[in-house]
C-alpha cells in the first residue's frame, strides 16, 4: 500500500491528537489566542458584521473556516454590578434602546458587562441559538484570571467546525427571551425593543 503526502499528513495528525498531552497542549495554545487578542484590544480577522434580516438585525459571520475549539470572539463593554445593570435596563428601555446587557455567575459571585454603547468590536452581535430553530456553533466562556481581583474575561469558542459565510449562534440559555416565544409560537415581525438581559447559566471556564 502506497500512501501519498496527504495520507501521511493525515495519519500523522490522528497519532499526534492521541498523544498523551494533546488536549492540554491545544487548551493552553486556544487560551493564549484569546489572551493575545483580549490584551490587544481587537478582533481577529476572519469575522465581519452583515445584516440578517428586519427581525434579527445584525450578526456575526465567518468569512474564514474555524475548527472546533478555536477562539472567536471577546464580549466587549463596561463592568458593572448587576444592580446597576438593571438600572439601566429599566432606563435604556423608556429610552428604547437596544440593550446588550450580560449577566453571569462565575466563582460564586454575580457580573454584569454593559455592551449597549456602539463600538467597533463584533462580541456583541453574535445572536442567539436556542439549538432547534437557530444552530448553534459556539459557546461563552471565562478566560482564567491572573488573581481573584480582576474581572472575569469572558470569550466565545467554537464549538464545532464553523464555515466560512456561516453565522456564529450562541444559546443566551434563558427560555424565556421574547423572541424564542415568537419562534415557538411562529409570530413573525419585529421585536422592538428587544431586551437583552439575561442570566446565562451556559458560561463556563475555559
Not at 161 to 177: A, T
Request: hydrophobic residues 35%; contains cysteine; aromatic residues 12%.
Amino acid at each position: 500500500m502506497v500512501l501519498n503526502d496527504h495520507d501521511s499528513t493525515a495519519k500523522a495528525a490522528r497519532r499526534s491528537s492521541r498523544q498523551p498531552g494533546y488536549e492540554k497542549t491545544k487548551l493552553k495554545m486556544q487560551r493564549e489566542h484569546a489572551k493575545y487578542y483580549c490584551e490587544k484590544g481587537y478582533d481577529q480577522s476572519g469575522l465581519e458584521e452583515r445584516f440578517v434580516n428586519f427581525d434579527v438585525g445584525r450578526g456575526v459571520f465567518a468569512t474564514q473556516m474555524f475548527k472546533k475549539g478555536d477562539f472567536l470572539l471577546q464580549y466587549v463593554g463596561k463592568n458593572i454590578t448587576v444592580r446597576e445593570g438593571k438600572e439601566l435596563e429599566k432606563a435604556y428601555f423608556k429610552e428604547r434602546r437596544m440593550v446588550y446587557l450580560y449577566i453571569f455567575k462565575h466563582d460564586s459571585r454575580m457580573y454584569c458587562i454593559d455592551a449597549t454603547e456602539e463600538t467597533k468590536r463584533l462580541g456583541r452581535l453574535v445572536n442567539d441559538g436556542d439549538g432547534v430553530h437557530e444552530p448553534v456553533n459556539c459557546a461563552m466562556k471565562v478566560l482564567p484570571r491572573e488573581s481573584r481581583n480582576q474581572s472575569p474575561v469572558i470569550c466565545l469558542f467554537a464549538t464545532r467546525d464553523i464555515f466560512p459565510d456561516e453565522e456564529l449562534r450562541y444559546d443566551y440559555g434563558n427560555p424565556l427571551l421574547p423572541w424564542r416565544k415568537a419562534v415557538a409560537t411562529r409570530k413573525e415581525g419585529p421585536y422592538a425593543p428587544i431586551r437583552l438581559l439575561y442570566v446565562n447559566p451556559v458560561v463556563c471556564n475555559l
